[in-house]
């Protein structure tokens, strides 16, 4: 599967910011998908996670309450709703994908097996 991150840009804090992660390929509703980010010197932080029905999900303790995970198996594509946007948010977004993930790797980087190119969501204050 091959993943397109869209729709980072510029906001302002308290803003709002919406993502877009479209997968190619077969079996979109299979895969269980994530959303990590990087800020410039920072390691990769968790953002959040959805499996693959979209039961179930998952966040990183800094968004919880202010992001929201969806998807929509039908058009391939899952979504991050960013709210109450801090300038701490400000990092490269990018979506991953796993066809294998399990609840205990979730928050994990290296368990997903692909990888979008990531997209600049930049918060100024």
């Known amino acids: 599967v091959q993943l397109q991150a869209s729709g980072g840009g510029l906001a302002q804090a308290g803003g709002s910011l919406r993502l877009s992660c479209t997968a190619s390929?077969?079996?979109?509703?299979?895969?269980?998908m994530a959303w990590f980010r990087q800020a410039p010197g920072k390691e990769r932080e968790f953002v959040s996670a959805i499996r693959s029905s979209g039961g179930y999900t998952y966040y990183g303790d800094s968004v919880k309450g202010r992001f929201t995970i969806s998807r929509d198996n039908a058009k391939n594509t899952m979504f991050l709703q960013m709210n109450s946007l801090k300038p701490e948010d400000t990092a490269v977004y990018f979506c991953?994908?796993?066809?294998?993930?399990?609840?205990?790797?979730?928050?994990?980087?290296?368990?997903?097996?692909?990888w979008g190119q990531g997209t600049q969501v930049t918060v100024s204050s």
């Open positions: 390929g077969r079996d979109f509703s299979r895969y269980s």
């Open positions: 991953a994908a796993s066809r294998t993930l399990i609840l205990s790797q979730v928050r994990n980087g290296d368990s997903y097996n692909y």
